[in-house]
């Protein structure tokens, strides 16, 4: 498990920003479909965290990171709905885990403490979409959200081929 999970803040620290991109290098070439085509530049990468950076700045967005001896071992996301009537929800994204450090519970943790955001936010609803291939699957289920449906041939996995995405979702109390 790691050491602690806190909200990063803009600008990150160059060791952050650093441990970011291992972190979603390791997510891609693992096979995560998180947006992201093989070979992944370094340019994507940097663009990438540039511009959730922004989002983190503007209040629009929370990035957790979960940190193992100083070091970011996982993340997760927060985008919070910025419209009138959807200020009651945020959409979890990229809950990343190191290759190295999955199957502890670190992943249970990071939605657990997304959870805490969201509720210190006033957000109620909660709503996700993950690869049906993908390793989350039987951990949203476990931590409470239910599953609306697939759409097919929604994304490519990084190395080209077409998969379905599912749509899930959990009320907070």
């Known amino acids: 498990m790691a050491e602690e999970i806190v909200a990063l803040s803009a600008p990150p620290a160059a060791a952050d920003l650093a441990g970011l991109g291992a972190l979603l290098r390791d997510a891609v070439e693992g096979g995560a479909s998180?947006?992201?085509?093989?070979?992944?530049?370094?340019?994507?990468?940097?663009?990438?965290?540039?511009?959730?950076?922004?989002?983190?700045?503007?209040?629009?967005?929370?990035?957790?990171?979960?940190?193992?001896?100083g070091l970011i071992v996982g993340s997760v996301q927060l985008g919070l709905a910025t419209r009138a009537n959807s200020l009651h929800r945020c959409e979890l994204q990229k809950l990343l885990v190191l290759r190295s450090h999955r199957g502890r519970g670190l992943g249970t943790a990071l939605m657990a403490v997304a959870e805490?955001?969201?509720?210190?936010?006033?957000?109620?609803?909660?709503?996700?979409?993950?690869?049906?291939?993908?390793?989350?699957?039987?951990?949203?289920?476990?931590c409470g959200y239910t599953r609306v449906g697939a759409i097919p041939r929604y994304a490519r996995d990084p190395d080209g081929p077409f998969i379905d995405t599912v749509v899930y979702f959990k009320e907070l109390t």
């Open 116 to 142: 805490d955001f969201a509720r210190l936010r006033h957000r109620t609803l909660i709503v996700l979409d993950t690869s049906a291939t993908g390793h989350a699957l039987n951990l949203y289920a476990r």
């Open 34 to 69: 998180v947006g992201f085509m093989l070979p992944l530049a370094e340019t994507d990468v940097s663009a990438f965290w540039a511009g959730i950076f922004t989002d983190v700045a503007a209040g629009t967005r929370v990035l957790l990171v979960a940190r193992d001896a």
